[in-house]
C-alpha cells in the first residue's frame, strides 16, 4: 500500500504559455501529454489506478491576499470530508496579513493537517520575521510543516537558503519538517541540502534514485517518504516505480511508501492509516 506525501491540486484548468511550452518539450521526451492542472478528481482516479490509498493534499496560497488562502483551505477541508483518502493540509503565505490567524482557523476550525509553504512560490525567505511567527503558531498547534525548496526539479531556486533552514529545524525542534524534492537546493544537488536532525523528513518526488539511497545512508531509512507531486492531468506513475526499483529491502520499500507517513500523520487521527501501518 502506498501513502503519497506530497500533492497539489489547482481550481484552475489552463496552462500558462510558458508551461505548455515545458509540456511540449517533456512530451517529446517521455511520451506524457500534459494537457491541464488537475483536479482533486484526477488526483483520486489516479491514485485509484495506481493503488494509491491516500495522499496528502496541499494546496499553495500564492498570493498575499488573505481570501486566496481562506478560499484555497476551504476546497481542500471539503475534499477531506468527501474522501476518505486524502489528508487535507492548509497553505497560507507568510506575507499575508492575518496569516497566522488563518492557520489557526484551518486548523481549528477546518480539521486541516498540516501546512504547506514554499519561499519561491509564495516570495518570502525563511529568515523573514513574519515567517517565524508563522512558526511559533506551528509549533503551538503542532502540526507538521510541508516546506518546498523550490517549485520543481527543472528550477532554479533562489529564495530557498539551507542555512535559513537549517536554523528554524533547530530553533524548532518540536516542529516536524517534511521537505518536498529531497530538499535539495538545485536540481543538480548530489545530496539533501538541510542537516539530519531528528525532526526532518525528505519526500522523494524528482529526486534521482542515487538521492535518495544517499538520504537513506546519512538520514536513515525511517526518515523518507514517498511523493509523487501531482499536479496535472495525469498521476506521476514514474515517481512510485523509481522508489520500487531502489536496491533496497521491501521492508525498507514499505517504509517508505506507506509506515513512515502511517505514523507521521497520525493513525490515531485518520481512520485507515492503522491498518495500512499493520500490513
Request: charged share 25%.
Amino acid at each position: 500500500m502506498i501513502i503519497d506525501a506530497h500533492a497539489n491540486f489547482s481550481s484552475r484548468e489552463q496552462l500558462s504559455a510558458l508551461e505548455r511550452e515545458a509540456a511540449r518539450e517533456y512530451f517529446l521526451t517521455t511520451g506524457i501529454e500534459v494537457t491541464r492542472h488537475g483536479s482533486v478528481e484526477d488526483l483520486l482516479e489516479g491514485m485509484k489506478r495506481q493503488g494509491v490509498a491516500k495522499a496528502v493534499l496541499a494546496p499553495l496560497a500564492a498570493s498575499t491576499l488573505l481570501s486566496e488562502a481562506e478560499r484555497l483551505n476551504n476546497l481542500v477541508a471539503r475534499a477531506g470530508r468527501e474522501s476518505g483518502a486524502i489528508i487535507p493540509f492548509a497553505s497560507v503565505n507568510p506575507r499575508c496579513e492575518g496569516a497566522v490567524e488563518e492557520l489557526h482557523r484551518a486548523i481549528a476550525e477546518l480539521r486541516l493537517r498540516g501546512v504547506k509553504l514554499s519561499p519561491d512560490g509564495q516570495g518570502f525567505s525563511l529568515a523573514q520575521d513574519e515567517v517565524w511567527m508563522l512558526f511559533e503558531a506551528v509549533e503551538q498547534l503542532r502540526i507538521p510543516v510541508l516546506l518546498c525548496p523550490g517549485s520543481g526539479a527543472d528550477v532554479e531556486r533562489n529564495n530557498f537558503s539551507p542555512d535559513e533552514a537549517n536554523e528554524l529545524i533547530t530553533s524548532f525542534p518540536r516542529v516536524t519538517f517534511v521537505f518536498a524534492h529531497m530538499a535539495r537546493h538545485r536540481h543538480r544537488d548530489s545530496s539533501p541540502s538541510v542537516i539530519p536532525e531528528p525532526n526532518v523528513y525528505l519526500e522523494t518526488s524528482h529526486a534521482p534514485a542515487e538521492v535518495i539511497l544517499r538520504a537513506i545512508e546519512t538520514f536513515g531509512v525511517e526518515k523518507i517518504l514517498f511523493g509523487s507531486d501531482f499536479r496535472y492531468n495525469f498521476y506521476p506513475v514514474y515517481e512510485i516505480e523509481k522508489v520500487a526499483s531502489l536496491p533496497i529491502s521491501e521492508e525498507e520499500k514499505h517504509r517508505i511508501f506507506c509506515k513512515n507517513a502511517a505514523k507521521l500523520f497520525g493513525a490515531d487521527r485518520n481512520r485507515g492509516l492503522l491498518s495500512l501501518l499493520r500490513r
